[in-house]
């Protein structure tokens, strides 16, 4: 492996401000080298030549919702990831909230129509995939103040899943808990499960 220092900026890392606990543990990992500069990823040889166990792919919506990477301060995940596992598909969607194609908060302040903006952002990631809320198995939803907005949160939640005719309902659980942005108050994480289609073409 050889020192590849010039990319540090691209890891989102300053190499001058690292603790010294932060190095011990990059060094562990193999991103920095003893002489502290950023080491190039090595893929062992066996991982590179074998086939992966389950294939999988990033689910994206970009007419609603853009990819975390994009944002000014770049997060690191999927919006959600298919994953086929023999006969079944699943569709892991990541922690979706009111945020818009150009990645920004929409209804600051109106927990409403952020829960509606969110469920929109949801149905149209399961819809890039084929599936619907009828495939959904479970969903966790996070509320920045649950005292405060469980109530509202449940009637519509309620009605959207009325709507749709869902039976049976999705396993769910609510949780209180601060989430990635101050404006954002409701956050809602799904699984749903498909099969996986037998030709591909």
């Known amino acids: 492996m050889q020192d590849m220092a010039a ?10 401000k690292l603790t010294s606990g932060e190095r011990e543990e990059m060094r562990k990992l193999g991103i920095l080298s003893e002489s502290g500069g950023i080491l190039e990823c090595v893929r062992p040889a ?34 959600g990831l298919r994953v086929e596992i023999g006969p079944v598909t699943a569709l892991f ?17 109106d927990f409403g129509a952020q829960c509606w903006r969110t469920y929109r ?20 939803c996070y509320l920045r103040d649950i005292e405060r907005d469980y109530d509202q949160f449940n009637r519509i939640r309620t009605s959207f899943f009325r709507w749709l005719g869902l039976d049976p309902l999705p396993a769910s659980v609510g949780v209180q808990t601060r989430l990635c ?7 809602i994480e799904a699984l749903a499960i498909v099969n996986t289609p037998e030709t591909r073409g």
């Open 7 to 16: 990319e540090a900026s691209e890891l989102l890392v300053d190499l001058a």
């Open 46 to 79: 066996a991982e590179a030549t074998r086939e992966p166990r389950i294939l999988k792919r990033a689910i994206r919506a970009p007419e609603v919702l853009n990819e975390a990477y994009h944002y000014p301060k770049p997060s690191s995940f999927s919006r």
């Open 181 to 187: 942005r101050e404006d954002l108050l409701v956050e």
């Open 93 to 109: 969607i990541s922690g979706t909230a009111s945020v818009d194609e150009a990645g920004k908060t929409v209804h600051a302040g």
């Open 121 to 140: 952002n949801i149905t149209t990631l399961l819809r890039a995939e084929g599936a619907t809320w009828h495939d959904v198995v479970r969903a966790t």
